[in-house]
Each structure stands twice: as structure tokens, then as C-alpha cells.
């Protein structure tokens, strides 16, 4: 039997938001002012690193306009469903049992393009958040689309209040000095506490002649962190392998390889770690029960299914 059901169709209940998280210990959010820095690189990197220490990690992709996550997890082909007695969406379950959610599982194909205006987006961000059967995580980190705007405040608002911390990525250009502050100055204004700063694409290393270069400048990363008076997370290389092992879907297998590049990842993991330390060691809640009956989760607009 297939029943209507859109990401629309479920009002969340009020108190529903606070309900959907109640059992998930560290709630991260990765934010980058600017677009195209390795923010979701970044937002997967941790789901993956905490992964590989046992924790239950979920990932919601708030990027509606630019859903990634599930390519570089390589589960862009799985299906998201909804709990027909619950009303609640599952999320599907990638590599290392992380959790994840994203707008790209309702979409017909790769190549559909988002196209809601804000409000419409706002509402699915919020329903998509309330709607979620994360169940018991240790750890949920959360991708915002790039910017400040009306997206990524949608996604921030909405889980205001729960989130423990932001991770602020930036590549080490001064070009990007104002517009990391401007991430920190969003993080501040919606009292979420700024874990820190990750300077992406710190340098390269040549494979020919193992000379480290800095592409964009040294340090800008550190000295933004700094200034601002905030933690610095650590820099990440620019890798041609990392970048493949991304765009094939084997994220995972790439940082547990002993390389520079993963380590120097799974430092950052490291450094958030010890920052949340007494979070993650709670008592988890007790078990739940599993959903039985699903069906398949609808766009806005998409036609309804009749009875089968
Ligand atoms: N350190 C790195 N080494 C190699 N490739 C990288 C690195 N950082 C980012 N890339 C590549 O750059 C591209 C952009 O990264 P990513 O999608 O994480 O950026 P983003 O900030 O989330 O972008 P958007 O603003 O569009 O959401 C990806 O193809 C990724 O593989
Ligand atoms: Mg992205």
C-alpha cells in the first residue's frame, strides 16, 4: 500500500523539533559565508571521522539549492521513506552507519534543479528537521547551504537553541577575512557557540618534490581564528585524491588511509572530540522500537499515489 505523503503534508507539532533531537547528544552545524570552500567536504569529513570512533553519527544536508552530501557518501541513489504510522522520515543508512538526510533523495534525478522560492524552502528545512526519526546519536552535524541568507538562517533558527557549536569553514585567503567574521558574527547572533574555524585548502604538497606550497597565503585561517577570538580547528591540504575519493563516494575509505591529508582531518574530529567530551560521554536514552510500515517521501507538487 502507498499513501500520500509530502515533505509539506506533516505540520510539525509544536514541540515536534525539540522531540525529533531530543536523544542526540552534540549537535554541530558547518557554516561558510562563502560558497564553494569545502564546507560539505568538511560537514562529511566529521560525520565520518566521529563514525570511525563508534559514535552514531547522522547528517542532515540543509543544502537544499546544492545537496552534496549524499555523493560524497556515495548514497545519492537511495530513497528516502516515511514512517506510514509515525509520519516520520527515516533516514537512510550510508557508510559506517551514519544517518543521513538530504533534500537529493526526494529529487527524480541528479541533475533536478531546486527551484522554491524562500518560503517554501523554509518550510521544508523546518519540516524536514522536525520530521526526522534520528533516534539515539552521539553526534547529528548539519550542512547549511553557503551564505548568511534566508537558508541558512531558516535551518539555524529552526534548530536554535539546540545546536552545542559551529564549525566556521574558510580557505586562507584575506579576501575571506570579512566574510568568515560574518559567519562568526551569525553563529554569535543566533547564540550558537563557535567550536571553531577550519582553514581548508591550507596548502599543497608536491608529490614530485614533497615541497609544501601555500597556494593562497599562510595562516590566514589561524590569524581570522585568532583575532576573533575563537578556536582554530586545524587546515586541511588541497589533495587530488581526497577531491576523487570524493566524487566517487568513498569518503570513508579515503580517510582511513594513515596519509597527511587524513590525518590532518581527523585532527579537527580530534579537536571537536575533547572540546565536547563530557556531551558525548551522557548516558544514551533507552532503546526505541523500530518503524515498520513505510512509503515513499514526495516532493511539493508531486502527484499523489493512489491505493495499490
Ligand atoms: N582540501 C581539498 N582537497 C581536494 N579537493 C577539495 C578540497 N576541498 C574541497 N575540494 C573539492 O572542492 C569542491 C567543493 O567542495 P565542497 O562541495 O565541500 O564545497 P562547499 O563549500 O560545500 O560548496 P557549496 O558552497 O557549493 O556548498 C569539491 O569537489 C571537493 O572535492
Ligand atoms: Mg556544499
Redesign the pocket.
Known amino acids: 500500500m502507498s499513501v500520500k505523503v509530502n515533505i509539506r503534508g506533516q505540520a510539525a507539532a509544536p514541540g515536534s523539533l525539540a522531540h525529533a533531537l531530543k536523544d542526540v547528544k552534540l549537535k554541530l552545524v558547518t557554516i561558510?559565508g562563502k560558497?564553494?570552500?569545502?564546507?560539505?567536504?568538511?560537514t562529511a569529513s566529521i560525520a565520518v571521522g566521529f563514525a570511525m570512533r563508534g559514535y552514531k553519527v547522522g547528517i542532515l544536508d540543509g543544502?537544499v539549492y546544492?545537496p552534496?552530501i549524499p555523493k560524497m557518501l556515495g548514497v545519492s541513489d537511495s530513497t528516502l521513506y516515511v514512517d506510514q504510522k509515525t509520519g516520520k522520515i527515516i533516514p537512510v543508512v550510508g557508510p559506517l552507519g551514519i544517518k543521513v538526510v538530504s533534500i537529493e533523495f526526494a529529487l527524480p534525478s541528479d541533475d533536478t534543479a531546486v527551484i522554491w522560492r524562500a518560503p517554501l524552502v523554509n518550510q521544508a528545512l523546518r519540516d524536514f528537521i522536525a520530521q526526522v526519526e534520528w533516534g539515539s546519536l552521539d553526534v547529528l552535524v548539519v550542512?547549511l547551504?553557503?551564505g548568511t541568507g534566508d537558508a541558512p538562517l531558516t535551518i539555524a533558527q529552526s534548530l536554535q537553541g539546540g545546536l552545542d557549536g559551529s564549525v566556521i569553514?574558510t580557505i586562507p585567503t584575506e579576501i575571506s577575512r570579512r566574510i568568515v567574521l560574518k559567519s562568526i558574527d551569525f553563529s554569535r547572533k543566533l547564540n550558537i557557540r563557535v567550536a571553531g574555524v577550519v582553514e581548508?585548502?591550507c596548502c599543497f604538497k608536491c608529490p614530485d618534490n614533497g615541497k609544501v606550497y601555500y597556494i593562497f597565503g599562510r595562516d590566514a585561517g589561524k590569524k581570522i581564528a585568532e583575532a576573533a577570538g575563537v578556536p582554530f580547528l586545524g587546515g586541511?591540504?588541497?589533495?587530488?585524491e581526497?577531491?576523487q575519493h570524493?566524487?566517487t563516494g568513498r569518503l570513508h575509505e579515503f580517510l582511513a588511509k594513515n596519509n597527511e591529508t587524513a590525518k590532518a582531518v581527523l585532527s579537527i574530529v580530534n579537536a571537536l572530540e575533547e572540546m565536547y567530551k563530557d556531551k558525548l560521554s551522557q548516558q544514551p536514552p533507552p532503546k526505541e522500537e523500530k518503524p515498520k510500515r513505510i512509503s515513499l517521501l514526495k516532493l511539493p507538487g508531486e502527484e499523489e499515489e493512489g491505493e495499490s
Open positions: 561558510s560558497g564553494g570552500v569545502g564546507k560539505s567536504l568538511v543544502d546544492g552534496t550542512d547551504p553557503p569553514v581548508n585548502m586541511i591540504p588541497i589533495d587530488p581526497f577531491s570524493l566524487d
